[in-house]
């Protein structure tokens, strides 16, 4: 019996041992995994950067056509406070005609602007006078609204600072308040996990954790959030090691950047120094005691605690901290007395608590790829500079929500059935100066200004009647012929347009057939010039997309996107000159060495003359054709050109318009590709008119070269008549393309008798 219990003894023992040792083996192969792991995040790139996209900075000059409201809007959007009178960077006062701005220092990707007093003086809608620190300058910046970020997978945004800019009260309020044996402990705290035994054990389950500063911050980059032993004795062992290798000051400040306090839309704030300015618009150092006992306060419940969203549960939690730091010396009874009756004051709106752009930052980001990789874009803290202008963009959005919004109404349309799109760039320059791609501008999905793939209907008719023009036998007064037209495709299938109003018209002037966008009459003509020079028209108008080479084509029965169409009618506006439509101005590094700047790519692909015609004809449009809604809402001296569009059975509503700084393009229709009670000119016309209804424009003048000439024609018979003639018209010709004929007229001549004689006769 002693023999067999001496020998169980023994063999349990000998067991024993061996599991120790496979447990000692096991335990260092993960210690020795933990530790690689632990050292590799801290010694190597901590946190992923988003690139910080940043709009236009906006130029002020003597002479912009800036109503004052839109000023004080773009200065409440970067963090400007409005005051009687200014005495430090970040104020503006205004009294009606006159503005003072102490402008904060500017960095920008072509050079800094140095902090400085605007004053600026209205009149009429505009500038008057502009004064850079008492002295009259032609220009001055000011510093460009952040409008969003390239961020990381999980949306992460952080501001990086170091341990000397957080205020010391800052400091010890947060070890107070989140581990009081913070600076002598190793890691994890006895007491701590004792306090949170006993209170898990009165709950019956995991309630409470007695995590550390340490602790906390292994969770935040290392480990998820469940609770289960397994993951709380590896975070133990974690922080044993961090806090072997690391100083308190090298995780306390990496704890500051990494903690998460709160949600803006997708993004997570991450640390004090962001928390900071988007909770109170201003630097860490700059804190005061309320403030920082709110900061400390949120870390408990981000969510439970946030003081934009629950203010009631964010202010008692704030007086909690401010009595632990009464508690604890760190302020005075009559300090806790007065803090604690103070209002939170978190700002309701600064640039780090942006509205964000996401068509347009789509845009953005594709742009990037060429020249930047995904990972550079989302953890590099890359700056970009855009042609994003925020008083164009947000009046957009309005328009596009608010009258999409009455369209249903008024044409008893299913609530929120119709959606669209819209692209804004400079005639010339090519710079998209806003992107709509959702009614709901907030929307971070499905990009129709990109991605909307629809049927350009009456949009294409420009590119047949730029191709005739282009042809030596062709003029503004050229007759077509708008009579009923059948054509046999390959597959023996008819092919048979029609008018909108289902009527015929005869004989036609081309100009007047396009201004009316008559489809039979278009048809012909496509035919007419032929359509492999239709589709080469396409391309040298920047359609960089297979245009197939069919009849349909000349009425807009192919597929093209608001962005791509903008890009066709970009040319047309800047006289045949192609720019690529580009959202990039520069990017430079996260301290503003410059990496890359985006200039102008300018070719002229057409020639000017015949889109002189076009523009002219495009003018028409407006004046008396499809697009004449504008004549009621803009003054008539803008000259605005443009074209309506609309596809078959009515399912896409286009137009295309332009002034002399400004082309816009808007789509309206539905995601189900049903069919709707609206024209180009009922639905995406009212859209673009809204749009522009209460911004500058630049009036339309076409520049005329020396080839082109005005002459008096009689349109009807298609001649070169006199200004004398009954009927006769002046308009522009090229030369050498004149009309064959012309007409003779006898004018009757004034008499010298008097006026009671000629009654007789």
């Given at each position: 019996?002693?023999?067999?219990?001496?020998?169980?003894?023994?063999?349990?023992?000998?067991?024993?041992?061996?599991?120790?040792?496979?447990?000692?083996?096991?335990?260092?192969?993960?210690?020795?995994?933990?530790?690689?792991?632990?050292?590799?995040?801290?010694?190597?790139?901590?946190?992923?950067?988003?690139?910080?996209?940043?709009?236009?900075?906006?130029?002020?000059?003597?002479?912009?056509?800036?109503?004052?409201?839109?000023?004080?809007?773009?200065?409440?959007?970067?963090?400007?406070?409005?005051v009687p009178s200014v005495v430090t960077p970040?104020?503006?006062?205004?009294?009606?005609?006159?503005?003072?701005?102490?402008?904060?220092?500017?960095?920008?990707y072509d050079g800094d602007e140095i902090s400085?007093?605007?004053?600026?003086?209205?009149?009429?809608?505009?500038?008057?006078?502009?004064?850079?620190?008492?002295?009259?300058?032609?220009?001055?910046?000011?510093?460009?609204?952040?409008?969003?970020?390239?961020?990381?997978?999980?949306?992460?945004?952080?501001?990086?600072?170091?341990?000397?800019?957080?205020?010391?009260?800052?400091?010890?309020?947060?070890?107070?308040?989140?581990?009081?044996?913070?600076?002598?402990?190793?890691?994890?705290?006895?007491?701590?996990?004792?306090?949170?035994?006993?209170?898990?054990?009165?709950?019956?389950?995991?309630?409470?954790?007695?995590?550390?500063?340490?602790?906390?911050?292994?969770?935040?980059?290392?480990?998820?959030?469940?609770?289960?032993?397994?993951?709380?004795?590896?975070?133990?062992?974690?922080?044993?090691?961090?806090?072997?290798?690391?100083?308190?000051?090298?995780?306390?400040?990496?704890?500051?950047?990494?903690?998460?306090?709160?949600?803006?839309?997708?993004?997570?704030?991450?640390?004090?120094?962001?928390?900071?300015?988007?909770?109170?618009?201003?630097?860490?150092?700059?804190?005061?005691?309320?403030?920082?006992?709110?900061?400390?306060?949120?870390?408990?419940?981000?969510?439970?605690?946030?003081?934009?969203?629950?203010?009631?549960?964010?202010?008692?939690?704030?007086?909690?901290?401010?009595?632990?730091?009464?508690?604890?010396?760190?302020?005075?009874?009559?300090?806790?007395?007065?803090?604690?009756?103070?209002?939170?004051?978190?700002?309701?709106?600064?640039?780090?608590?942006?509205?964000?752009?996401?068509?347009?930052?789509?845009?953005?980001?594709?742009?990037?790829?060429?020249?930047?990789?995904?990972?550079?874009?989302?953890?590099?803290?890359?700056?970009?500079?855009?042609?994003?202008?925020?008083?164009?963009?947000?009046?957009?959005?309005?328009?596009?929500?608010?009258?999409?919004?009455?369209?249903?109404?008024?044409?008893?349309?299913?609530?929120?059935?119709?959606?669209?799109?819209?692209?804004?760039?400079?005639?010339?320059?090519?710079?998209?100066?806003?992107?709509?791609?959702?009614?709901?501008?907030?929307?971070?999905?499905?990009?129709?200004?990109?991605?909307?793939?629809?049927?350009?209907?009456?949009?294409?008719?420009?590119?047949?009647?730029?191709?005739?023009?282009?042809?030596?036998?062709?003029?503004?007064?050229?007759?077509?012929?708008?009579?009923?037209?059948?054509?046999?495709?390959?597959?023996?299938?008819?092919?048979?347009?029609?008018?909108?109003?289902?009527?015929?018209?005869?004989?036609?002037?081309?100009?007047?057939?396009?201004?009316?966008?008559?489809?039979?009459?278009?048809?012909?003509?496509?035919?007419?010039?032929?359509?492999?020079?239709?589709?080469?028209?396409?391309?040298?108008?920047?359609?960089?997309?297979?245009?197939?080479?069919?009849?349909?084509?000349?009425?807009?029965?192919?597929?093209?996107?608001?962005?791509?169409?903008?890009?066709?009618?970009?040319?047309?506006?800047?006289?045949?000159?192609?720019?690529?439509?580009?959202?990039?101005?520069?990017?430079?590094?996260?301290?503003?060495?410059?990496?890359?700047?985006?200039?102008?790519?300018?070719?002229?692909?057409?020639?000017?003359?015949?889109?002189?015609?076009?523009?002219?004809?495009?003018?028409?449009?407006?004046?008396?054709?499809?697009?004449?809604?504008?004549?009621?809402?803009?003054?008539?001296?803008?000259?605005?050109?443009?074209?309506?569009g609309t596809s078959d059975s009515q399912r896409?509503?286009?137009?295309?318009?332009?002034?002399?700084?400004?082309?816009?393009?808007?789509?309206?229709?539905?995601?189900?590709?049903?069919?709707?009670?609206?024209?180009?000119?009922?639905?995406?016309?009212?859209?673009?008119?809204?749009?522009?209804?209460?911004?500058?424009?630049?009036?339309?003048?076409?520049?005329?070269?020396?080839?082109?000439?005005?002459?008096?024609?009689?349109?009807?018979?298609?001649?070169?008549?006199?200004?004398?003639?009954?009927?006769?018209?002046?308009?522009?010709?090229?030369?050498?393309?004149?009309?064959?004929?012309?007409?003779?007229?006898?004018?009757?001549?004034?008499?010298?008798?008097?006026?009671?004689?000629?009654?007789?006769?």
């Amino acid at each position: 019996m002693n023999k067999m219990t001496n020998s169980r003894v023994k063999t349990f023992f000998s067991w024993a041992l061996k599991l120790s040792l496979v447990g000692i083996v096991v335990l260092a192969i993960l210690l020795a995994y933990l530790d690689a792991k632990v050292r590799d995040k801290f010694e190597g790139k901590r946190w992923a950067l988003p690139a910080k996209v940043f709009a236009r900075p906006l130029e002020l000059y003597p002479g912009l056509a800036l109503k004052p409201k839109y000023l004080i809007q773009e200065l409440e959007q970067i963090g400007y406070h409005r005051v009687p009178s200014v005495v430090t960077p970040g104020q503006y006062s205004f009294d009606g005609q006159e503005m003072d701005i102490f402008r904060r220092y500017v960095t920008l990707y072509d050079g800094d602007e140095i902090s400085a007093r605007i004053h600026i003086r209205f009149s009429g809608g505009a500038i008057d006078g502009l004064w850079l620190d008492g002295q009259p300058v032609p220009l001055a910046r000011l510093e460009p609204l952040l409008i969003g970020g390239i961020y990381p997978k999980h949306n992460e945004d952080r501001q990086l600072i170091q341990l000397s800019d957080a205020p010391s009260l800052l400091l010890k309020t947060l070890v107070a308040v989140e581990d009081r044996d913070f600076y002598d402990h190793f890691g994890i705290s006895i007491k701590g996990i004792a306090r949170a035994l006993v209170v898990n054990v009165q709950r019956g389950g995991l309630v409470q954790g007695g995590s550390t500063l340490t602790q906390q911050l292994v969770k935040n980059f290392f480990l998820t959030r469940e609770r289960t032993l397994v993951r709380k004795a590896t975070e133990a062992l974690m922080a044993l090691l961090v806090e072997f290798h690391y100083s308190k000051e090298d995780i306390l400040e990496a704890y500051l950047n990494e903690v998460y306090l709160g949600q803006s839309g997708r993004r997570a704030i991450h640390g004090f120094g962001l928390a900071s300015q988007f909770y109170f618009g201003k630097h860490i150092s700059r804190l005061t005691p309320p403030e920082i006992a709110t900061l400390v306060g949120m870390v408990k419940g981000p969510s439970v605690y946030n003081p934009k969203r629950k203010p009631e549960n964010a202010m008692a939690r704030r007086n909690v901290v401010l009595g632990v730091m009464n508690e604890q010396g760190l302020i005075s009874d009559y300090e806790l007395a007065v803090w604690e009756k103070r209002e939170l004051d978190v700002v309701q709106y600064s640039q780090y608590q942006r509205i964000e752009y996401p068509a347009f930052l789509d845009l953005v980001r594709r742009q990037l790829r060429s020249d930047y990789a995904d990972s550079d874009l989302t953890s590099e803290g890359l700056r970009i500079y855009t042609s994003l202008d925020p008083i164009v963009q947000r009046s957009a959005e309005d328009a596009m929500s608010k009258r999409l919004a009455a369209l249903e109404s008024g044409y008893r349309m299913p609530q929120d059935s119709l959606q669209g799109a819209m692209v804004i760039a400079g005639t010339e320059s090519g710079e998209v100066e806003a992107v709509v791609g959702d009614r709901n501008p907030r929307f971070f999905g499905f990009n129709r200004a990109l991605d909307a793939n629809r049927s350009i209907g009456s949009l294409a008719k420009p590119a047949v009647y730029l191709t005739a023009l282009r042809q030596p036998e062709f003029n503004l007064i050229t007759p077509l012929d708008d009579s009923e037209i059948k054509i046999a495709g390959a597959n023996g299938n008819i092919w048979q347009p029609q008018n909108y109003d289902k009527e015929s018209h005869g004989v036609v002037p081309l100009y007047q057939a396009m201004a009316t966008s008559l489809n039979q009459a278009t048809a012909r003509l496509g035919l007419l010039v032929g359509l492999k020079n239709v589709v080469q028209t396409f391309y040298d108008l920047g359609v960089d997309k297979d245009v197939p080479e069919y009849p349909s084509i000349v009425l807009g029965a192919f597929e093209m996107n608001p962005f791509d169409v903008a890009q066709m009618y970009q040319t047309i506006a800047a006289s045949g000159f192609k720019t690529p439509l580009k959202a990039i101005r520069g990017v430079t590094t996260a301290d503003g060495q410059l990496l890359s700047r985006y200039g102008y790519d300018v070719k002229q692909t057409i020639k000017t003359e015949p889109i002189y015609l076009l523009q002219k004809i495009m003018q028409r449009v407006v004046q008396e054709g499809t697009a004449r809604y504008l004549n009621s809402q803009f003054d008539e001296g803008l000259n605005l050109a443009g074209k309506t569009g609309t596809s078959d059975s009515q399912r896409d509503s286009w137009f295309a318009g332009f002034s002399g700084d400004k082309l816009a393009v808007v789509w309206v229709g539905r995601d189900d590709n049903e069919s709707m009670p609206l024209t180009g000119a009922s639905g995406a016309l009212r859209v673009w008119a809204q749009t522009f209804k209460d911004l500058p424009l630049k009036p339309l003048f076409p520049l005329p070269t020396e080839n082109i000439v005005e002459e008096w024609v009689n349109v009807a018979e298609n001649a070169i008549s006199s200004e004398e003639c009954e009927g006769a018209v002046q308009l522009p010709f090229i030369e050498g393309r004149l009309p064959l004929h012309t007409q003779s007229c006898v004018v009757e001549q004034a008499t010298d008798k008097p006026w009671w004689s000629r009654l007789f006769n």
